[in-house]
Each structure stands twice: as C-alpha cells, then as structure tokens.
C-alpha cells in the first residue's frame, strides 16, 4: 500500500528558475542559425539542470536566420538543445569557453548539412552525434582533450560497466554469481560520470541513483554501516579536493536527490535520510537555491517524523481491535519480544511475505519467545476476514476496519509502504525495524546472544 507524500510534495515545489537559470553578468552570447527551409517559425533554446530541462531563450526566424543573443547574461556551460516551436529536437550544442557560435543546416537533416563557423568543439559534438564515438574526429578529440566538457560528456553517456575492459578481464572466463555481479555493479557502475565536474549537472545525463542506492546497494549489503559507507563514498567524490576553494555544488545537488529518494522510498531507508539530514544538509552553504525555502520547511519534519521509529525509541502501548470487536493491546502480551506487522491485504507484497511470516511464527515462536501483533492498516474487511481464514491465522490479528487504533500507527511509524515490521521488547523498546523475513532468525540468535555476553560482563 502507498501512502504519501503527496501534501509534502506538493510543499516543496521546486523552484526552478532559483535552481538552473545560474546566468551570471558578463559578456553575453550569440548563437546564429541558419536553417535553409526552416518548416518553423521559432526556435528555442532548451537547457538542462540534473534531471530538468527548462527553455533558456527563444529566437524568431527571419529569412531562415534565428539568434539567440543576450548582451548582460552569459550561458553556463553545458549541453543545450535546439527545438522546433513545436518542441521537437533538432541538434544538440555544447557551450563551454566561447558562446559565439554560427551553424548553418538544413532543416529536414540538420546532422547531415552543417557548417559551423568559430566553434570546433560543436563541429566534433555534431559529429558524435551523428554517427557516435566513430565520427570524423571524436576519437581524436577526446584524447587531445580528456577534461573537456563534451569529452566528460561522451565518455559518460558511452560507458557501459558490462561491456568495459574491467568487466572482460576480470569475468572472462566464467559467468558472473549474482552476488559477484552485484559486487562489481557497486564498484564499477558510475565509472563513466566524473561527478566533479559540476558542468555534467547542465547536460542532459541522469545518472540512475534510484536504482543503485536502493535495488543495486540493499541487494549487496545487508548493514546500514555499508549502506553508509558507499553514501559517503559517493559524496566524497562530488568534490574537487585538489582546488583551493572547493566546488560543492555537485555534493549540493546529489544530496538533495538521495534525500527525496530516501524521503520517501522503503521504509528501510529511513535510516539513510536521517543520516544525509544530520550530516550534509546544509542550507548555510547552498549558494545555487537547491535547497529551496519549501525543503528547508520539510526536511526538518520528515527528519524528527522518521526518528520517533528508530531502534532505542521506546513507543506508548498500541491498542486495536480484532474481529469480535474486542480491544487488544501490546501491554497484554507475555512474550520476550513482538514483532509489529502491519499489512494490508489488498497490498501484493503483504499477501506474499504475511504466510512466510506466519510459517515463521508457528516454527519459532516458542524458542525466541516472541508474538507478532499484526494490524491490518486498511477498512477492508472483507479481504481481511477472507485473508485470516484462507491461513487459518491464530496470532494476534487486528484490524482498521474493527476501529481505530490508539494513535495513528500509520504517521507514527512513518509508513509509506506496507508491510511493515518492528520487533518490541517487553518495555516497547524498538530493538529491530524493517528487517527481512529470511533474517528474522538471524536477528534473534544476535540479539539475545548480545544479552547474554552484556549480562556476563
């Protein structure tokens, strides 16, 4: 089940113009076009920041010919896109030193008749992006120049971790296991993205960080110390360390996004934007208006919000209800530890993972002297009664559709997706959160192993 951010979303409201439109004063710029049977009659000039795009300026065609042209505002360097008025791309150029630029082209194939005048570095990138890194001079280019903006570029857009010479070498001669793979995938996956190089952030790359600091890092790492490391190994590597003023702009930008992904991804990364909140946010230092004055407002609260969660936090008593109507509390019960599920039976992943932890509870429930206090936190009724009988379910099994609980378990627990788990002790002490089935065991033979040796000492 999903549950939102919507409201906080909404808050936020990203400032785009404060965020990408970093114009400064200067000598300005110039770009003619020359577009032999423009089938237009404007032209735009589209730029990018991180994964957005925005319309930089326009130009009004007179006799095929259109400027963009300012003469106090100079352009950041970048990748910028030139589009029809009807928003449809024609070619692409990189602006980085010089933003005097004549193209002259043919609108029907504007990558097959060009010419350019006081720009060899677009000469290269039209190249590229006509026929790829086999262009006429690419390959040239990007040896001569490797710390240029559009060499960056393609070598970022190019790289592949499993087709690279490091892949080759090191599984030549066997198929990867998938924890190997993952391993690999860890260490080699951004190769290509020199995240130094805060120009990347004005070009249309948009490095997957979704994918590999949830799917690609939980699927690798079990402990959140690791999941920590490879965040501030990341980060780390956003900055320039070699410059005598360092550029954080970069950091700036990727910690904003791991937060909004963390803010509201699985519930296991809770964790994770806590420790981005308490360790790199830093509003004081963002000179580029990432942090807006809506992220500032929320982040604070989702921080405190995902807190009160955490392991050590000691919670009130819950009550709920089960299916006579009968009011149940966590203060009842006389085991060592519960495990707070909180599930929804219309919710794909509950009704696979509920069973397993049912098994689980009837094999162990005995030997680790645990409970588990399963609410359902859905009105269906229905599907919930449908649900305990199809499992012939026994434990202590509450429901929202009998009445509300205690307090909202939901915001408590800061529960955007469900199932849920926490493991309580005897004086509601969180001692576990999130843990996967298969490590429930695991978790118990740790945790009162640790007991013991603390007691003995």
């Keep these: 089940m999903r549950r939102g951010y919507l409201l906080l979303l909404l808050a936020i409201g990203i400032n785009l113009l404060s965020s990408f439109f970093a114009f400064s004063a200067g000598v300005g710029y110039q770009i003619d076009i020359k577009l032999k049977d423009a089938k237009t009659e404007m032209l735009y000039l589209e730029g990018y920041y991180g994964k957005n795009s925005f319309i930089v300026d326009s130009a009004a065609g007179r006799k095929d010919l259109f400027r963009f042209?300012?003469?106090?505002?100079?352009?950041?360097?970048?990748?910028?896109?030139?589009?029809?008025?009807?928003?449809?791309?024609?070619?692409?150029?990189?602006?980085?030193?010089?933003?005097?630029?004549?193209?002259?082209?043919?609108?029907?194939?504007?990558?097959?008749f060009y010419f350019i005048k006081k720009s060899e570095k677009n000469k290269i990138f039209l190249e590229y992006q006509k026929n790829g890194?086999?262009?006429?001079?690419?390959?040239?280019?990007?040896?001569t120049s490797p710390h240029s903006l559009l060499t960056?570029?393609?070598?970022?857009?190019?790289?592949?971790?499993?087709?690279?010479?490091?892949?080759?070498?090191?599984?030549?001669?066997?198929?990867?296991?998938?924890?190997?793979?993952?391993?690999y995938m860890m260490k080699h996956y951004f190769d290509g993205v020199n995240f130094k190089d805060v120009r990347l952030l004005r070009t249309p790359i948009t490095p997957d960080l979704r994918f590999y600091f949830t799917e690609l890092l939980m699927a690798t790492y079990d402990h959140e110390c690791d999941w920590i490391e490879v965040i501030d190994h990341f980060l780390d590597g956003t900055i320039d360390a070699f410059q005598e003023e360092p550029n954080r702009e970069a950091q700036v930008y990727y910690t904003n996004q791991l937060m909004r992904i963390f803010m509201s991804n699985h519930p296991r990364t809770d964790t994770l934007f806590v420790y981005l909140f308490d360790h790199y946010f830093d509003p004081v230092q963002d000179r580029w208006g990432i942090y807006d004055e809506s992220y500032q407002r929320v982040y604070p609260l989702v921080a405190e919000r995902k807190r009160q969660s955490f392991v050590n936090h000691t919670i009130e008593p819950i009550t709920a209800y089960n299916g006579k109507g009968e009011e149940v509390g966590t203060s009842d019960i006389q085991a060592d530890y519960t495990i707070l599920w909180f599930w929804d039976p219309d919710c794909d992943e509950c009704v696979i993972e509920t069973p397993i932890l049912y098994k689980f509870y009837k094999n162990f429930k005995s030997k680790y002297s645990f409970e588990v206090f399963a609410v359902s936190v859905t009105d269906d009724l229905e599907r919930w009664n449908h649900f305990s009988q199809e499992y012939e379910i026994d434990w202590i099994n509450l429901s929202y559709a009998m009445g509300d609980p205690n307090y909202d378990l939901l915001d408590f627990f800061d529960l955007v997706a469900t199932p849920g788990l926490f493991i309580i002790d005897k004086n509601h002490k969180i001692i576990g959160r999130h843990i996967p089935l298969n490590?429930?065991?695991?978790?118990?033979?740790?945790?009162?192993t640790n007991i013991i040796k603390s007691k003995s000492k």
């Design 69 to 112: 042209k300012s003469k106090k505002q100079e352009l950041n360097p970048g990748i910028y896109t030139v589009l029809t008025q009807e928003y449809i791309p024609l070619f692409q150029l990189i602006l980085e030193e010089s933003t005097r630029v004549r193209i002259e082209t043919h609108f029907d194939s504007p990558l097959d």
């Design 133 to 143: 890194v086999s262009g006429e001079g690419v390959s040239l280019y990007m040896e």
């Design 152 to 183: 960056e570029y393609i070598r970022a857009m190019e790289y592949n971790p499993i087709e690279s010479i490091e892949y080759q070498i090191l599984f030549k001669d066997s198929i990867p296991h998938e924890h190997e793979l993952n391993q």
């Design 439 to 448: 490590k429930i065991g695991n978790f118990f033979e740790e945790y009162t």
